[in-house]
């Protein structure tokens, strides 16, 4: 019996310092870490999540939402859902969490060169696409048109605000935002973001798009997509289930015959669509 | 009469009546006024009688409701090229939302009995005009109901 | 193909001890045949079998012979032993506002596991699959002895012969042995399956198998593989169940099921997880454990929010979904060996060959 596949290091995460912690929206929070031991972080792709650990209440799988060229800290932007993520918000820097990753699959950036890139974000779906968006930047000449399609409750629930605006601001992309419901402080566009995708500005025909956010969201966004003449085999979504270990060895993350964890978080749409039509799955 | 060449030619140009017969454009430009709306005006009320529809050719018209001690709640925003009104297609003919011009606002209007008889005595007309209006009814159902659902809400745990 | 003597079992238990081996083996408590740490050979159900079992129902009795292997399948498998239901994987000490993480010790002491049946073998073989990168399985699988023993009867919810895994146990053993005692010469034939096994088999007092021997052990499997009453018909059910993942029966075998979770403790290959963290009192340090969970419990598939399969009949359907279809996509084999076990403790005897069957059907 060999036991030459196993991995020490499985199920232990890493000390990381933080280095900085941003309050974004009310419940909404990033973290900026460092690692420990001051040695190196492994890469990581667009779309790619960690498993972050609060000290004795447990591990959370969170969504990269830093920039994956960049030099410096790891950051995640992390929802305040439960016991794990609610301790991560009142960490502050130079306190430490565990770090386990970079997990799962990733964004198609290096496959959709050359084409339109369409980016659909739902609520905090956002931050696992922030990365595929500064890949986008930092690449631009390598796609054709570039388009962020954002929705969000209310305006008070923009996710990176300033940065959506600066994106707008400086860079050859589309940035349409979208609130579900807002009052006349709010000069920008109230509905949801398939009106967005409705609304055009990429070619169809030659267009990639990724998506995320609830499920509900990516189910009528795709809908949309497709109505605009986008291939169901050029929508990618990422999804979100329970996982306890994201490599495949507790069970909790499957979705059909797929583990979340390791051949998602991001999937081809028709790879997993007809699952995605099953109730209770 | 230049005037309603102009108008001819703007209906034309409208992406809401692409695609129609010359005839029928006809028709519809003898209903139809240009008008402007200033910014932050009222474009219609709550309750009163729907007279007309408007087709944006420049502007953002917010569509809102109002209660009493609560600013008013923006539900939906159209830009141009939107359709904005359908309650004129439907008995008893009145507003259900407030428009709100929240820039300066440029539209066609059409008059709403006027189009109302045409359709009546011409049902190539009517068809036309539904065929356009019920999938913009649809959209805005759908963006309704989506906004219900209430997405990116905080999750609640669900009681057992 | 060797010969044993009946007193050759206990030199093989004896030179499995003096190699440092802990024994595991099954013996008779509680009215069942169950997997425990052995002393001797003596301490095997000698006489007593548990052939008679059925959905839900499961009896022991004397044979009326002193067969030392004279059951079919108890209620628990050997994953036990390779995947404990409870396992500290990590410990953690707080240190200012840092911490320091360490991997727990993985304790793995030689053990020797006497009476592995076919269909055990290839659970073990699944789960080597499942735990491939877990160190903690990796480490106990690589310090365990397997004896075998083939099946000469089968008990009454077997069907590994519609799986493919039995009677006869064709790989994965240090040892296979089968024992004989129907014609008045109480003996084992053995054969060695790995080179440790060799080594050991060489230091026993064995001697080559006759023809007659070869003959009876043909003659025992052959009675086991014509007493499973039970079988699964493969060809086009997993396609079947990835289709019919909204067909109205999952309803009906939903609402027989009460969602116990029986039949995925029993079973030799299911591997589902919960990992738990836990914190000393004064916070200072914590651990976290893994521990057997269920996809038939709730929290099995929580999500912020929710739980994602509040049905029974739906989070049956992942299971047998996941036994019979998804397992061969994301392992490449079956997740079943059909050793029945989920049939026998079943409490309201839900049959997983009846239920594929009728899901095939729909």
Redesign the interface.
Known sequence: MSTAAADPGLWLPRPYRVSRCKRELSDTFTLELLPADGEAMPAFRPGQFNMLYAFGLGEVPISISGDPDAIGPLVHTIRAVGPVTEAMRALQPADEIGVRGPFGSHWPVADAEGMDLVIVAGGVGLAPLRPAIYHALRHRRRYGRVCVFYGARTPDDILFKTELKRWRGEFDMLVEVTVDRATRDWAGKVGVVTRLVEGGGYDPLHTVALMCGPEVMMRYTSRALEARGVARERMYLSLERNMKCAVGLCGHCQFGPHFVCKDGPVFRLDAIESLLAVDEL | MGDIVRIHQMLGEHPFLGELPESVLETLAGCASNCMFAADSIIFRDGQPAQHFYLLRYGTV?L?IRSPGR???????LYDGDVLGWSWLLPPYRWNMDA?A?TVVRALAFDAACLRSKAEADPALGYELYRRFVPVMG?RL??AR??L??????????CR | MKRLHLEGLDALFGALRGAGYTLIGPRLRDRAIVLDELESAAELPIGWTDREQDGGHYRVAARGDDARFGYVTGPQGWKRWLFPPQEVLLRARRLGQGMRIEAATVEAPRRAFIGVRACDLAAIAVQDRVFVHDPGYQARRAACFIVAVNCTEAGGTCFCVSQGSGPRAGAGFDLALTELCGDGQHRFLVEAGSQVGATLLDTLDAVEATAADHEALEAGLARARGQMGRRIEHEGLAAALREHLDHPYWQKVGERCLGCANCTLVCPTCFCAEVEDRMSLDGSEAERVRHWDSCFNLEHSYVVGGTVRTSTAARYRQWLTHKLAHWETQFGVSGCTGCGRCITACPVGIDITAEAAALRQA
């Open positions: 917010s809102e600013e008013a709640l923006l539900i939906d925003t709100h929240m959209r759908m963006a989506m906004q659902a209430d997405l990116y809400a905080r999750p609640v745990k669900a």
